[in-house]
């Protein structure tokens, strides 16, 4: 059965650090472009951070480019958004999901995912 699950979500102070994790099951992580997307109540589904199939290519939001990391663990068929200097705007429902397999390089356009994680809450707050 295919299945994205995210966790690591959590409330978090401005200036802390979260890592989120999207563990797959059901097929093969590096064999899909992967991307991480937020949306805040209100406010439309934008992506965060992206990574391509097989080369790794990465891609960022600028507003977080030097703040978020993406990065994949094959053996354990899960990636992961490392948030750091987290901002009260970055508070919103992260999830994950998955390109069609014929997609090479990930992009940080929703519509170009075609199965979607549950979500995971990320508040951060004073």
């Keep these: ?3 994205l699950v995210e966790s690591g ?12 994790s999207c563990a797959a099951s059901g097929f093969t ?9 937020r949306q805040a ?3 439309e589904r934008e992506g965060v951070s992206c990574i391509s199939r097989m ?8 507003s977080v480019k ?8 094959n053996a354990k ?11 009260p705007e970055d508070t919103a429902v992260y ?13 940080l356009e929703p519509s170009r995912y075609d199965y979607w994680g549950q979500g995971t809450q990320v508040t951060v707050s004073s």
Excluded at 29 to 37: K, R, S, V
Excluded at 95 to 106: D, G, K, L, V
């Design 1 to 3: 059965q295919l299945q």
């Design 9 to 20: 979500g959590g409330l978090v102070q401005p200036g802390g650090s979260l890592r989120l």
């Design 29 to 37: 992580l590096d064999y899909y472009a992967i991307g991480w997307f």
């Design 41 to 43: 109540p209100g406010k």
């Design 55 to 62: 080369d790794g290519t990465t891609y960022n939001l600028d």
């Design 66 to 73: 030097g703040r978020f990391t993406i990065s994949r663990d």
């Design 77 to 87: 068929n899960t990636v992961y958004l490392q948030m750091n200097s987290l901002k």
């Design 95 to 107: 999830y994950c999901a998955r390109a069609p397999n014929r997609i090479r390089r990930c992009a």
